[in-house]
C-alpha cells in the first residue's frame, strides 16, 4: 500500500450515492447467475467482466436489468446488502445512501412488505456485524415511470425499511420527458411525506434536466450533476445555494457519458464553486470502489490529500445523518494525518 492509499484508507468516508444491485460483489453476482443460469448473466468471472463493458448507457441499463433479475427471494436481498455492509467496511466507509428500486422485486411478484423487512434486517446486521449505518433512498426509473414511479412512492410509504431517508429517481433521462408531470406529482407527495429528494439530473442529458430537479422536484442534492456546466445561470444557481452534487467520475467513463477520466469535469465543477461529494455509483459493475473513486481523484486528477479530506467532509455534511454523527465524523476526518 503506498502513501496515498494508506491515507484513503485511513479517511474516514461516506457513500451518498450508490445503487443496491449495482453494489453486489462479483462473487455475490456469480454465486446468484450459476443459481440461475437461464438468466443470462455470465456465470465465471472472465465473462462476468466482459458482460460489464458497456457500449453506451442504454446497454448498461440493460445490464443492471438483467443482474436484478437474479435477486429472486427477500434473502437474496438480506444478503446482498449485509455483503455490501462487509465491502463498505472495509474501505473505512461508516455510512451509506442506499438507492433501491422496487421495481424488480414487485415485478417478480415478492411482496413489498417482505422485500422491505429483507432491507432493515440487512441493515440491521451490516450495522451490527460491521459498523456500517445505512440509509435507504427508494428510487425508479424515470423512462418507466408510468409503470414504477407511483409503486415506488408507496413501497416507501407503506412499507419503509429501517433507515429510509430519501426518494429518487434514476434510468435514461432524456426517456423521462413524456411522465414530466407524474414525476412532478410523485416527487411532491415524497416531498410532502417527508422524505428527501435526491434526483439523478445532468448524468445523460443537459442542464435543463438539473433546472427541472431543483425547481420541480424539491431536490436537495443532484446526482451526477455533470451537465450542470453547460448552462452559467445553474451553475450560479447551484452554487449559491451551494447544493450539493454527487459525483461518480469511473461511472461516468463507464458509461460513456464522458469520453476519459483525465477529461472528466470533477475538478472544473468545484473550481466554478459548486459543492461535490464524490462516490461510485455501482461500483463492481464500473470495477471500482469508493477507496478506488479518491484515489482516480488523487493520482489521475491531481486531487492533494487536503482535497481529498475535503471531498470526504463534504460528504458527510451533504449526508441525510444527524449533527452530531456529523460532527463525529467531521471530527474524526480531520484527525487523519496528511501525508506530505
Ligand atoms: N441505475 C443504476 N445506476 C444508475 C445510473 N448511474 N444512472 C441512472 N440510473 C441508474
Ligand atoms: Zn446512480
Redesign the pocket.
Known amino acids: 500500500m503506498d502513501t496515498l492509499e494508506a491515507f484513503v484508507a485511513a479517511l474516514p468516508k461516506v457513500e451518498l450515492?450508490v445503487?443496491l444491485?449495482?453494489s453486489a460483489s462479483v462473487e455475490t453476482v456469480l454465486g446468484l447467475a450459476r443459481r440461475h443460469p437461464e438468466a443470462g448473466v455470465p456465470t465465471t468471472a472472465d465473462g462476468l467482466g466482459e458482460f460489464y463493458r458497456f457500449s453506451d448507457?442504454a446497454h448498461?441499463?440493460t445490464v443492471?436489468r438483467v443482474v436484478s433479475g437474479l435477486l429472486r427471494e427477500p434473502e437474496d436481498i438480506a444478503d446482498l446488502v449485509r455483503g455490501i455492509g462487509r465491502d463498505l467496511a472495509a474501505q473505512n466507509v461508516r455510512y451509506v445512501e442506499l438507492?433501491v428500486?422496487p421495481y424488480p422485486f414487485q415485478g417478480m411478484g415478492m411482496p413489498d412488505a417482505a422485500v422491505s423487512e429483507a432491507l432493515s434486517t440487512g441493515a440491521r446486521d451490516a450495522l451490527a456485524r460491521y459498523g456500517v449505518r445505512i440509509g435507504y433512498i427508494v428510487?425508479f426509473?424515470?423512462h418507466d415511470a408510468e409503470r414504477d414511479a407511483w409503486p415506488a412512492l408507496r413501497f416507501a410509504l407503506d412499507n419503509p425499511p429501517d433507515g429510509l431517508v430519501g426518494f429518487g429517481?434514476?434510468?435514461?433521462?432524456a426517456r423521462r420527458a413524456p411522465y414530466t408531470d407524474l414525476i412532478r406529482d410523485v416527487f411532491e407527495a415524497a416531498h410532502s411525506a417527508g422524505l428527501r429528494c435526491v434526483p439523478?439530473a445532468g448524468?445523460?442529458t443537459g442542464a435543463q434536466t438539473v433546472w427541472e430537479a431543483v425547481r420541480f422536484l424539491r431536490a436537495e442534492r443532484i446526482?451526477?450533476g455533470i451537465r450542470s456546466l453547460d448552462d452559467p445561470a445553474l451553475v450560479s444557481y447551484l452554487a449559491d445555494r451551494q447544493l450539493p452534487v454527487d459525483v461518480?467520475p469511473t461511472?461516468?467513463v463507464c458509461?460513456r457519458c464522458v469520453p476519459s477520466i483525465a477529461e472528466h469535469p470533477l475538478r472544473r465543477m468545484i473550481e466554478a464553486g459548486l459543492f461535490v461529494t464524490l462516490n461510485s455509483?455501482?461500483p463492481p459493475?464500473f470495477g471500482t470502489s469508493l477507496a478506488s473513486e479518491y484515489l482516480v481523484a488523487g493520482r489521475d486528477l491531481g486531487f492533494s490529500p487536503a482535497e481529498l479530506a475535503g471531498l470526504a467532509a463534504n460528504g458527510v455534511r451533504a449526508s441525510f445523518l444527524d449533527a452530531p454523527a456529523k460532527e463525529a465524523l467531521l471530527a474524526e476526518i480531520a484527525a487523519v494525518p496528511r501525508p506530505a
Open positions: 450515492h445503487h444491485v449495482g448507457f448498461f441499463l443492471y438507492q428500486s428510487d426509473p424515470g429517481i434514476g434510468g435514461d433521462e439523478h448524468e445523460t446526482g451526477h461518480s461511472s461516468n458509461t455509483d455501482d459493475m
